[in-house]
């Protein structure tokens, strides 16, 4: 009904920057929240930011500062800027939306996953 595609990952050094891409499709009547988050290896996923409809914003705090989401409603997209990547910045990064499927309820969806890895 509704899937999430992610793009942008990739292999960057230390203080480079990636543009993630979350794109959604499908029985869409409306997006509420959308946000990024990552798993490391070994760890837990962790919310890296997000934004709502309304386009307010929230950051772990690790990234407060380097990266910024956005979002544009119209073409049903979000994006992760990412500057100033570190080495614990390596993850695979997951789009999730809060979405209201036509003629069904609102639900959480989960795009596959993009890498990216900080490393020289």
């Known amino acids: 009904q509704v899937q999430l595609v992610e793009s942008g990952g990739g292999l960057v050094q230390p203080g480079g920057s990636l543009r993630l891409s979350c794109a959604a499709s499908g029985s869409i009547s409306r997006i509420y929240d959308m946000g990024w988050y990552r798993q490391a290896p070994g760890k837990q996923r962790e919310l890296v930011a997000s934004i709502t409809e309304g386009g307010s914003t929230n950051y772990a705090g690790s990234v407060k500062g380097r990266f910024t989401i956005s979002r544009d409603n119209v073409k049903e997209t979000a994006y992760l800027q990412m500057n100033s990547l570190k080495p614990e910045d390596t993850a695979v990064y997951y789009c999730?939306?809060?979405?209201?499927?036509?003629?069904?309820?609102?639900?959480?969806?989960w795009g596959q996953g993009t890498q990216v890895t900080v490393s020289s």
């Open positions: 999730k939306a809060d979405v209201q499927v036509v003629a069904r309820s609102r639900t959480d969806y």
